[in-house]
């Protein structure tokens, strides 16, 4: 058996693993009065020990594999949980510019406005992840759609206080460019 041939195996999927190791405990726990009605004593007695080792070890492995699988997508729900906590916070620490630039959206009562990609407000919100360009497409020249991100758009509907606090700077920040052809 060659090194690729062993590296294939080891890339078993979890459900593999963990049916082996489940196997492998069951058939070693059983009583021995079960394995001797079964006929198979004469054979897992000598390897009893054996069997539940390698029961354990693919149970762990598959379990390991199971936690890196699922890690990343774990790590993104509890960071977005996280923001969801501090999106108040986070809203209020704003500048009063760009306060003034989500204050169009509050004032418009609209997820997506057109912003010049040049402006440094917008950039600055879009680097906090406040904003994002909904599209590649200019709307016209160098004006594109920026929306704000969910996270932003369900705190300012649960929050009237930084709906009313962000209406107090709405004649601070970039004015959104309205397209040529509506």
């Not at 007695?45 to 390991?64: C, D, E, K, R």
């Not at 620490?93 to 989500?102: F, N, Q, R, V, W």
């Not at 609209?110 to 406040?130: C, H, M, P, Q, Y």
């Not at 932003?152 to 930084?162: G, M, N, P």
Request: proline residues 6%; positive net charge; hydrophobic residues 45%.
């Amino acid at each position: 058996m060659d090194s690729k041939q062993i590296l294939d195996w080891l890339k078993l999927k979890p459900r593999y693993l963990l049916g082996f190791s489940l196997v492998c405990l069951l058939i070693a726990g059983l009583p021995r009065s079960v394995r001797l009605y079964l006929g198979f004593e004469n054979i897992v007695a000598p390897i009893q020990g054996l069997l539940s080792l390698l029961g354990i070890a693919a149970g762990v492995y598959g379990f390991v594999i199971l936690a890196a699988d699922h890690w990343p997508k774990a790590r993104k729900w509890w960071a977005l949980r996280k923001l969801r906590e501090n999106a108040p916070t986070i809203l209020r620490s704003l500048s009063p510019d760009e306060k003034g630039c989500l204050a169009r959206y509050v004032a418009n009562e609209a997820t997506s406005l057109n912003f010049s990609f040049t402006d440094g407000v917008v950039s600055s919100l879009e680097s906090k992840r406040i904003l994002y360009q909904a599209s590649s497409l200019s709307v016209q020249f160098d004006d594109f759609a920026y929306n704000l991100q969910p996270w932003v758009v369900r705190a300012l509907k649960d929050d009237q206080e930084l709906r009313e606090e962000l209406l107090r700077y709405v004649e601070r920040g970039p004015v959104p460019r309205a397209p040529l052809f509506p």
